[in-house]
């Protein structure tokens, strides 16, 4: 496609045509949204995080914020309330929690932990 000057369609709007087929794929699947605001709202509190892990003081302290935020976010991604994980984790830690079974504590293992105990 072109206009009057002969320039592409693509040199006006800045779509990268080797794209095309992605960015009309929502034509062919009604289940793709239009729009990417949930996909937004829901990585939202990730940016915000990333913004606020400037402040960490050190590299040290960014690794560790880090840490903490993926636990976290893993933890919402799992239904799993992360204050509740983070209490039980750490107080299985400071008991002496064997370093050869850490796995355990991972959030998806310790929700299947949990899903067992209640049943």
């Known amino acids: 496609m072109h206009f009057y000057s002969g320039q592409p369609m693509h040199f006006y ?4 045509m080797s794209r095309w087929s992605g960015l009309t794929r929502l034509l062919d699947d009604g289940r793709i949204e239009i729009d990417s605001n949930a996909v937004e709202r829901s990585i939202r509190p990730i940016a915000l995080n990333r913004k606020n892990a400037l402040f960490a003081g050190s590299d040290g302290g960014g690794e560790h914020w880090a840490i903490h935020a993926s636990l ?20 299985r830690l400071a008991a002496g929690h064997p370093i050869n079974r850490i796995a355990e504590l991972l959030p998806w293992a310790w929700l299947a932990e949990r899903q067992t105990q209640r049943a």
Do not use: F, H, M, R
Not at 74 to 81: A, R, V
């Open 13 to 16: 709007s800045g779509v990268d």
């Open 72 to 91: 976290i976010e893993t933890c919402k991604l799992n239904d799993i309330d992360p204050q509740a994980y983070l209490a039980d984790v750490l107080a």
